[in-house]
């Protein structure tokens, strides 16, 4: 525990000033005649200097460096922002440590030596301890907390101590130093919080240090799942005043399609996604201004609601041409359309717009062009606008900056090789191979000060536990700190945290009454192929489809390649019934594919190239297959009806009226449907075009298929292999093509032809089909009345399933739920 000196000043980082306030006020009752303060606060209270904020320093740096010469060897990294805020950092350092000589023998040094002479005349106000050597400084009253100080503070820590100012340290016996090990980075956070609640400390006494700042947000997420309450002293910025800034002055800096979007995005989230869309989409083109032509790849309907969009995008834009108009010298009305934009803003918001303004208006003479906003917004994105806690409560939450004896018991966690002890060294263009020809401290002795810091820092806490984690969040391994081992004079023991957290898994139930109303609510229900199919890959699918009526948002593109445009190709070379398909070479498909393409090159004049790749694509598919449909009319002597088969069949089902429409077939978007037809039976007057001789289906939709080399023979005493040829394995190729596109046949009996022969094998007929669809019908319409909804699931099911948020991990593989029966 620390004890508070009366009348004095303390100097503690800035998130720790709350802290320090509660144990000030439970100590005394009051806080009166007691400063606290940062140290960087406070030396500069000591002094008047005309310091200028940083942004103002880059800006003058900036203009120092406008004529450097070209023969400089960063000469062409003079307007970069992280350049200048390198050169800002060390001109701070070697200013504190009042360094005047600097190496000049190669060509590098050479050229940061200019930069240096620039730069160092350039009243930045940086203080070094000259500044404070004459001032009258009461250094008796001084006490400065003991946490990790950085390089800086540290000097100046050094300096106050030396000169009469005290140490703030823990009085109280300290407890061993707690060393554990834990398999993952969680692992060790759930350990940090079981220790708090077995032991039964309170939560304002415990103080949580993490080696990296990134994971704060898992802690808080453990914390939250056990009720432990909490601070965090670094909280993450939800203002969004900075990011509005930024989207104007990136705009008006460089004013394109990318910045534009950007700007409508953050300033309007609710209004500026079809503008954006219809700005991504059709960037140059004027839709009015073009008529829409009939092809196979965009609707009439589809281009109607484009134009639609295009006039409301226009409408709006126009209603926000001021946007336009904005230039560099309307800071004050775009600060006023920023305020507007937030109706009810919180601290946290206005405190980042006056930052902003602040700096803007600081650095506004040296903005005379667009190019000059540059290095505002750099400085700006990499600003935290992290706001400090207003209050504290429980278990505070920090990073080893913070760690301190204010708390009885402290955790340290994540302090693994690679994040502790993460000394500080020069690199960059001022290097430590430059800095160490220089008179600025010794890398030796710079390093040896860090770590007193750091280790005398860990020593003074009263109840210390440190936790390592053997793997991250990935899994990769994670060695332990040989400096931390050795300080401490031991390996860490392992800890073994039993996971508590249970598996929320979603549990889907439909009673037999509910599902009464929801499937059978008549004496009459209907079905189809696509029904049995969604509850064969999903019952669960099924029940939201069907049964809730849940539709899955449509994520269409723009352009759709389906099997439209096959039959348009077909159709348009009148192959049907006029011509014979032997006769459509590759260059009439190639001339017809690109007739379909032709509007929508007109409309997306910017994927022309794309396009030209698809019509060579599809040319080539459409060409092979057409040899397919060549079979039946060269070989079968057959014709085909562009038509599908439609199922209308109904059938009895426990009282119940069940009617069966629809395909017959799994639904294909690239296929194109066709009725088999005997021009022979046409002309004698019979003439089926409802099912004819069977269904065939054409796909766009091509598949790899392997194909033996070698055909093997065992019926010898010596077993031979003969090499298949191209010719035969394209006609093995086409065959099985042929075979496998029949959906379903009619023919009669006694066929002749061998490749008809195959079909009738290997291929139901109608009243198979329909026969083995009203089975599976009555199969689903029986698990369904029954309420079995459950997800289990085909394979491959959940891959583009629209309703996977609401199934979540509930989904489980037919596979196992067959395993567990």
């Not at 209270?45 to 310091?51: M, Q, V, Y």
């Not at 992280?82 to 504190?96: P, S």
């Not at 820092?457 to 009263?462: A, G, K």
């Not at 700190?481 to 249970?502: C, K, N, T």
Request: glycine share 4%; with cysteine.
């Amino acid at each position: 525990m620390i004890s508070i000196p009366d009348r004095s000043i303390i100097l503690a980082p800035g998130a720790l000033h709350l802290s320090l306030y509660d144990t000030i006020y439970k100590q005394k009752g009051n806080c009166l005649n007691i400063q606290i303060n940062t140290i960087s606060t406070y030396i500069h209270s000591l002094t008047s200097p005309n310091e200028k904020s940083e942004i103002e320093i880059l800006y003058a740096y900036k203009q120092a460096l406008s004529t450097l010469d070209e023969t400089n060897a960063f000469a062409s990294s003079k307007d970069d922002p992280d350049f200048l805020k390198t050169c800002l950092d060390f001109i701070r350092e070697i200013t504190l440590y009042d360094v005047h000589d600097f190496p000049d023998t190669t060509r590098k040094e050479k050229s940061l030596k200019q930069i240096i002479d620039r730069l160092l005349p350039i009243d930045a106000g940086f203080l070094s301890a000259k500044d404070l050597e004459k001032l009258p400084v009461p250094f008796e009253r001084i006490w400065i907390l003991k946490t990790d100080l950085s390089v800086q503070e540290q000097y100046w820590a050094d300096f106050l101590l030396a000169r009469g100012a005290h140490r703030l340290c823990g009085e109280n016996e300290k407890e061993k130093i707690r060393y554990w090990s834990c398999a993952n980075a969680r692992k060790e956070m759930e350990a940090a919080a079981q220790t708090i609640l077995e032991r039964q400390w309170r939560a304002d006494e415990v103080f949580i240090a993490v080696a990296e700042q990134k994971d704060e947000e898992v802690l808080a997420q453990i914390l939250d799942a056990r009720c432990i309450p909490y601070t965090m002293l670094h909280k993450r910025a939800r203002t969004a005043v900075p990011a509005m800034f930024t989207a104007v002055l990136s705009y008006l800096a460089d004013k394109n399609m990318d910045t534009y979007c950007t700007l409508i995005r953050t300033l309007a989230p609710d209004q500026s996604g079809p503008v954006i869309d219809w700005l991504r989409q059709f960037e140059g083109v004027d839709l009015e201004t073009i008529p829409y032509e009939d092809n196979a790849l965009i609707s009439e309907a589809d281009y109607i609601s484009w134009q639609e969009e295009a006039a409301h995008a226009k409408a709006w834009m126009a209603q926000h041409a001021f946007f336009d108009e904005w230039t560099i010298s309307d800071m004050e009305p775009i600060a006023q359309y920023i305020q507007s934009l937030i109706a009810q803003p919180d601290q946290e918001d206005l405190d980042a717009f006056d930052w902003i303004l602040h700096n803007y208006v600081s650095v506004q003479a040296q903005i005379v062009s667009e190019a000059d906003l540059g290095l505002f917004i750099a400085y700006l994105k990499k600003h935290p606008f992290a706001p400090a806690p207003d209050s504290i409560s429980g278990v505070l939450i920090g990073t080893r900056r913070e760690l301190s004896a204010l708390r009885p018991h402290s955790f340290f966690l994540g302090a693994h090789a690679k994040a502790f002890p993460a000394l500080q060294t020069y690199t960059g263009i001022f290097d430590e191979s430059y800095v160490r020809r220089t008179s600025l401290p010794s890398l030796k002795e710079r390093l040896n000060r860090q770590r007193q810091s750091v280790f005398s820092t860990l020593e003074q806490i009263p109840d210390l536990m440190i936790i390592v984690p053997q793997s991250d969040y990935a899994g990769k391994t994670l060695e332990t700190s040989a400096e931390l081992e050795g300080w401490i004079g031991r390996y860490p023991d392992f800890v073994y945290v039993r996971d508590i957290d249970v598996r929320s898994v979603p549990k889907f139930a439909l009673t037999p009454a509910d599902a009464q109303s929801l499937f059978f609510s008549g004496e009459r229900c209907t079905s189809s192929f696509a029904k049995v199919s969604t509850y064969s890959k999903c019952p669960l699918r099924y029940y939201l489809r069907f049964g809730l009526s849940l539709k899955g948002r449509n994520a269409t593109d723009e352009v759709r390649v389906d099997g439209s445009l096959l039959s348009r190709v077909l159709q348009k070379a009148k192959m049907l019934h006029d011509k014979q398909y032997a006769e459509l070479s590759y260059d009439d498909v190639l001339q017809l594919v690109q007739e379909e393409f032709a509007f929508a090159k007109k409309v997306f004049p910017m994927r022309a190239r794309e396009f030209d790749s698809l019509i060579i694509e599809y040319a080539h598919r459409i060409s092979e297959l057409v040899k397919t449909l060549d079979v039946f009319e060269t070989k079968l002597h057959l014709s085909l009806l562009n038509k599908k088969y439609e199922l209308d069949r109904s059938f009895d089902w426990k009282g119940t009226s069940v009617e069966m429409k629809g395909s017959i077939a799994t639904y294909d978007p690239m296929a194109v449907s066709f009725t088999v037809l005997d021009p022979e039976l046409e002309k004698a007057g019979i003439y089926d075009d409802q099912g004819g001789l069977g269904m065939f289906d054409l796909s766009l939709k091509q598949t790899a298929q392997q194909q033996p080399a070698y055909k093997t023979s065992y019926r010898s005493a010596v077993p031979s292999a003969q090499f298949i040829s191209q010719p035969q394995m394209e006609e093995n190729v086409l065959t099985d093509r042929f075979v496998k596109g029949w959906v379903a046949q009619d023919l009669p009996a006694g066929m002749n032809a061998p490749l008809l022969e195959m079909v009738q094998k290997k291929v139901d007929t109608y009243a198979q089909k329909e026969e083995k669809l009203q089975e599976e019908a009555s199969s689903v319409l029986e698990k369904v009345s029954l309420g079995q909804i459950e997800p289990v699931h085909a394979a491959g099911a959940c891959v583009y399933c629209p309703y996977k948020l609401i199934c979540r991990n509930g989904a489980i593989r037919l596979e196992d739920a067959k395993k567990g029966e």
